[in-house]
């Protein structure tokens, strides 16, 4: 085995030219399993198998097994000829493949890089699969085996799915002069907004050139800004330059580094955030639906969601018996009997008053009278969540005022569980949520509701304890703390299916129900989520386990990949299957900060894409669901979740999904009827490049009622971002690539 692979590596080294400038690998050795001795260069692997490392391994007939290890050892001559002609002499990278989830990579024994955080990691795990990975050894750090073989050996963990190294082969390089630059682009979006333009060097020892930057404005072409400025780069010592710019203004930075000696020329772009909403005015406004349901006995727990400035008083003079209102707006109680009850809220500031009729629905199903708005701890925190986190989390949703535009329920994902069971089976919180009831209590007095997360199976998707076999124990539990939301995922479930045998429809539904049960026996609404899988055509089934949502796709990320997948592909024709107090989930939301751990970043998405997201999911009708660090929230991202006529769609009474009823080619049109008889409508651009639209003459082909059959045109547009209405000039435009227009269309 030995000799075949010093063969495939002579060959590999051949086939470049005489300098040898690159060795590139496709091939290694590869083991199942975790043992750490495996990373010495010494160890025997002539018994294990080959495998490709541009392929995951349960693509190449390999186990594809959850929570797995597995082992690469790649064999490989490093010549010393890489040094010669390389303007870099002191450092040669390892240009890796990408690793489905987690890799660590050792070269002759010694770590030399790792992307993402394994489970065993004090900080929790980290997925890096997305991530590319460029790992350097210095030279002088004597660990390449120059002229002789070399083993670099990656350990990789694959949480769930596909497992393995794959995208490219390995590549083993010196860089040019000018390779190790790099670019980037970050912006600062409160307050005074700017972008900050970094350019470091990661080997060379001293770059200078040129940097010019233009402010382009993508609505109208004009240039706003262009300027240049020249530079000089250390290693370890980056060159910055900030600059500011009009955050209400759709505008493209463009930024090119000429380096002086190699002529190198190293350029990127960026979309800057822009705000399309109108600022919030200083007078009391209800933001919200002016309907609630309730069961007859259950707590209500309810904060009416009203901006303007503070300090803000709120008033009833009909309020109906059994029902009590807070000066600062929650509404609780109980009303025992079915009934509709119907009062007025008065909200009053120093700059004014406000008020609104508002309905409290009691009676059997009356729960989801609109979808749940809120936010959950996954996207941002991943298993690393904790109590302080979540009270960060809603001390923050209510200091942005987010709390003012409905948004109401705090829940918490996975990583909240115990490592096992009391001696009589109940559950409990493990030490990062010291208080769970006192936490939960501390919500409810802020007119916030509490939502928990749990699996049918045995193991939860982050591999804690879920409640097979103690379903009713569990419900008992979530009633004692005051747990108003439950979402019940899939995960290893699908283990019981496997030992019974049993892969029939009613496999599917047989988990839900028996949960279903045992949470509707509880004294207290509790919002009911299904997870993605068990068929994962939850959206055919879930209605008849009293779900009050479910989700239609596999899980989202922060791509637009997953966003045009997940949100235009799979919600495609399942508005049928949505209604009020059931409701389609397409996942949670991935704008702001996010990052599945304790290490957030920026959302991948771009701005236009961020404008989409949220104009999709409020035309969805599906669970609105924040998903970043709301702590760290900027102008952008509050803005794009607090306009409240695009929050308005989501929660509009009449429940009516949205659906797509004109696609041609790249642009896609889905509308849905209101409650106040218009159309909501949403233009998207699918495309990667910027399309002119004429907007009336999309208009004119949405479908209409039998009364609506003889109009000819649209009455008055009204740009729902904008919140103006528009002109007949103002509906001929140009829609970016990954962009949109939301319109609510009045029809004659």
């Keep these: 085995m030995k000799d075949n692979w010093t063969i495939i590596v002579l060959c590999c080294i051949w086939g470049l030219c005489a300098q040898a400038q690159e060795v590139s690998v496709s091939k290694a050795l590869y083991r199942q399993g975790n043992d750490m001795s495996w990373a010495k ?27 797995a290890y597995g082992w690469y050892r790649i064999h490989v001559t490093i010549p010393k000829s890489l040094l010669v002609g390389a303007d870099q ?42 991530v590319v990975r460029d790992y350097p050894v210095d030279i002088k ?18 949480r769930g799915g596909s497992g393995g190294l794959f995208w490219r082969p390995l590549t083993l390089r010196c860089p040019n002069a000018a390779e190790g630059l790099a670019m980037r682009l970050t912006e600062e979006n409160n307050g005074q907004s700017h972008c900050d333009i970094e350019i470091s060097s990661a080997y060379a020892s001293t770059a200078s050139g040129t940097l010019d930057v233009t402010l382009t404005d993508r609505e109208t072409g004009a240039k706003v800004k262009s300027l240049s400025k020249k530079l000089s780069i250390k290693r370890n010592k980056p060159a910055r330059f900030s600059l500011p710019y009009d955050k209400h203004k ?127 701890s996954w996207n941002c925190w991943g298993l690393s969540v904790s109590q302080e986190k979540v009270i960060s989390s809603t001390q923050a949703l209510i200091d942005k005022g987010l709390a003012d535009f409905g948004y109401n329920y705090i829940n918490i994902d996975d990583g909240w569980e115990a490592e096992s069971r009391n001696p009589d089976g109940t559950i409990e919180a493990n030490g990062k949520f010291p208080s769970m009831k006192g936490m939960i209590d501390w919500l409810h007095e802020r007119g916030l509701k509490f939502g928990i997360y749990s699996s049918p199976g045995d193991k939860t998707c982050g591999g804690y304890l879920g409640s097979l076999g103690h379903e009713k124990q569990d419900a008992e539990v979530w009633n004692e703390w005051g747990v108003d939301y439950l979402k019940y995922d899939w ?24 949960m279903q049960k045992f949470v509707r026996e509880q004294p207290r609404d509790i919002f009911y989520s299904l997870g993605p899988l068990g068929g994962t055509q939850v959206y055919l089934w879930g209605i008849y386990c009293d779900g009050n949502s479910w989700r ?5 990320d922060d791509t637009w990949a997953s966003i045009r997948d997940v949100g235009f592909r799979q919600q495609a024709g399942k508005a049928q299957y949505s209604s009020v107090g059931h409701w389609n989930d397409p996942d949670m939301l991935v704008v702001g900060k996010v990052g599945w751990g304790r290490e957030l970043r920026e959302t991948r998405l771009t701005p236009d894409e961020q404008y989409t997201h949220i104009t999709l999911w409020t035309l969805l009708a599906s669970n609105m669901l924040i998903g970043c660090d709301i702590a760290q929230m900027d102008d952008f991202t509050l803005n794009l979740l607090c306009n409240n006529e695009v929050n308005a769609i989501n929660q509009d009474i009449l429940g009516k999904q949205a ?17 106040d008889g218009t ?53 001929n435009c140009t829609i970016p690539a990954h962009g949109c227009r939301y319109l609510k269309i009045i029809v004659k």
């Design 491 to 514: 995960c290893s479930y699908e283990r019981v299916r496997e030992k019974d045998n049993d892969w029939g429809f009613a496999s599917c539904l047989r988990p839900y129900l028996l």
């Design 89 to 130: 002499q002191n450092v040669v990278v390892l240009h890796m493949p990408k690793a489905d989830d987690v890799d660590e990579c050792y070269l002759n024994g010694k770590l030399i890089g790792s992307t993402g955080r394994m489970p065993t990691d004090p900080s929790g795990y980290l997925c890096g699969v997305d």
């Design 552 to 556: 239609t796709a596999q899980d989202i």
């Design 250 to 376: 759709m505008c493209l930075l463009t930024a090119s580094y000429t380096d002086k000696e190699t002529g190198k020329v190293l350029s990127e772009s960026k979309q800057l955030k822009y705000i399309l909403t109108p600022p919030t005015p200083a007078t009391p406004r209800f933001n919200g639906a002016p309907v609630y349901g309730v069961s007859p006995g259950s707590p209500v727990i309810y904060r009416f969601p009203v901006s303007g400035e503070k300090p803000m008083k709120f008033t009833c003079d009909d309020l109906p018996a059994g029902l009590q209102l807070s000066d600062e707006g929650a509404l609780s109680g109980r009303v025992d009997k079915p009934c509709v009850l119907s009062f007025n809220i008065t909200a009053e500031n120093a700059q004014g008053k406000a008020s609104q009729v508002f309905t409290l629905k009691v009676g059997e199903h009356m729960i989801g009278q609109t979808p749940p708005m809120g936010w959950n």
């Design 679 to 731: 159309v909501a409508a949403g233009i998207f651009n699918v495309g990667d490049s910027d399309r002119g639209v004429d907007m009336k003459a999309l208009i004119n082909l949405l479908p209409t009622s039998s009364e609506e059959k003889d109009r000819k045109e649209p009455g008055s547009v009204r740009d729902l971002w904008r919140q103006k209405n528009l002109s007949a000039d103002e509906l």
């Design 659 to 675: 659906d797509r009823v004109l696609k041609e080619g790249d642009i896609e049109v889905w509308s849905r009827p209101l409650a």
């Design 41 to 67: 260069p010494d160890v025997d692997d002539a018994s294990w198998s080959e495998i490709d490392i541009t392929k995951q391994w349960d693509k190449q007939g390999f186990p594809r097994n959850n929570n």
């Design 141 to 158: 750090s004597g660990v390449i085996r120059w002229d002789a073989d070399n083993v670099i050996a990656v350990r990789v963990y694959n």
